[in-house]
């Protein structure tokens, strides 16, 4: 069983940024694909940004070059460093994971989620 923990949310002001990590267990997670997705309240869940085994990251055109995403296999954590944050950027954030190696477009590892508030 897979459990994915979230920590690293809160309350930013616009143009701030914020660091939020992942930590698995369960299970060794080097292999799979990574991420983040995040829902604001109202809308549906949207993919932010994934990572492959080997660091090959995606990223959502909204947060590309703001947000950087990485991973550490030995200790079998992933990060989300963003950057620049937006009054739009508030949301729910998932920490997420595939079965696969591939980057496919879905997920099937969730954790709970951390809240991040950007105020304007």
């Known amino acids: 069983q897979v459990q994915l923990v979230e920590s690293g949310g809160g309350l930013v002001q616009a143009g701030g940024s914020l660091r939020l990590s992942c930590a698995a267990s369960?299970?060794?997670?080097?292999?799979?694909?990574m991420g983040w997705f995040r829902q604001a309240p109202g809308k549906e869940r949207e993919f932010v940004s994934a990572?492959?085994?080997?660091?090959?990251?995606y990223y959502a055109s909204s947060v590309k070059g703001r947000f950087t995403i990485s991973r550490d296999n030995a200790k079998n954590t992933m990060a989300l460093q963003m950057n620049s944050l937006k009054p739009e950027d508030t949301a729910i954030y998932y920490c997420?994971?595939?079965?696969?190696?591939?980057?496919?477009?879905?997920?099937?590892?969730w954790g709970k989620g951390t809240l991040v508030n950007v105020s304007s």
């Open positions: 369960g299970r060794t997670l080097s292999s799979n694909v």
């Open positions: 997420a994971a595939a079965r696969s190696a591939i980057w496919k477009g879905a997920m099937d590892y």
């Open positions: 990572i492959r085994w080997d660091s090959v990251a």
